[in-house]
Every structure is written in structure tokens, then in C-alpha cells.
């Protein structure tokens, strides 16, 4: 499993695009791409914070993500309104 854990400080003034932007980006992913198996969006309770955490089946998995045309709209759209991000891969060790 390839993980994904991604931290978006957002601006304040847009975080209520940011949030719907992400969810529905979310949900999209969830629902049209095979390999993306878990796609948590959570939110900092007091600052404009999102943290994602993102679950795919394999590293090619994630790349066809990154080349869906819903990622590429909602990463277009949300570059403005983010102050911050941070992305970090992970494989999912087997217990």
C-alpha cells in the first residue's frame, strides 16, 4: 500500500473554498479512481489547517491520481488559497 499524508495551511479568507474544493476532490477520487482505496480530509479545529490522508493501492495508482483532470482542476484552483503544503509518501508496513 502507498500512503499518502498531506498538510495544507490554508489563508484564512479561503478556507471555506479550500474546504469544499477538497472534498469534492475527495470524494471524486473515492469514487472514480480504482486504486485510491482511502481519501481522510480533516480539518484543524482552531486554524485554517486541512491534513489529508490518502490510502492507494500502489505508487502507479497514485500517479493516476495526480493525472486525473478532477486533481489537476482542483490543484489549479486551489494554489491561490494555500499558504502552506506538505506532502509526505509512506508504505503501509504489514503486521
Known amino acids: 500500500m502507498f500512503i499518502i499524508a498531506a498538510t495544507f495551511t490554508i489563508y484564512e479568507a479561503c478556507a471555506d473554498e479550500f474546504r469544499r474544493a477538497i472534498l469534492e476532490n475527495a470524494a ?38 495526480l493525472a486525473s483532470a478532477h486533481f489537476l482542476s482542483f490543484n489549479r484552483a486551489s494554489q491561490p488559497w494555500v499558504r502552506e503544503k506538505k506532502v509526505e509518501r509512506y508504505s503501509l508496513l504489514n503486521m
Do not use: N
Request: glycine share 2%.
Open 28 to 65: 471524486t477520487s473515492m469514487r472514480d479512481e480504482e486504486g485510491c482505496l482511502t481519501f481522510d480530509v480533516c480539518e484543524a479545529a482552531a486554524d485554517p489547517v486541512f491534513f489529508l490522508y490518502e490510502k492507494y493501492a500502489s505508487e502507479d495508482a497514485f500517479k493516476l491520481h
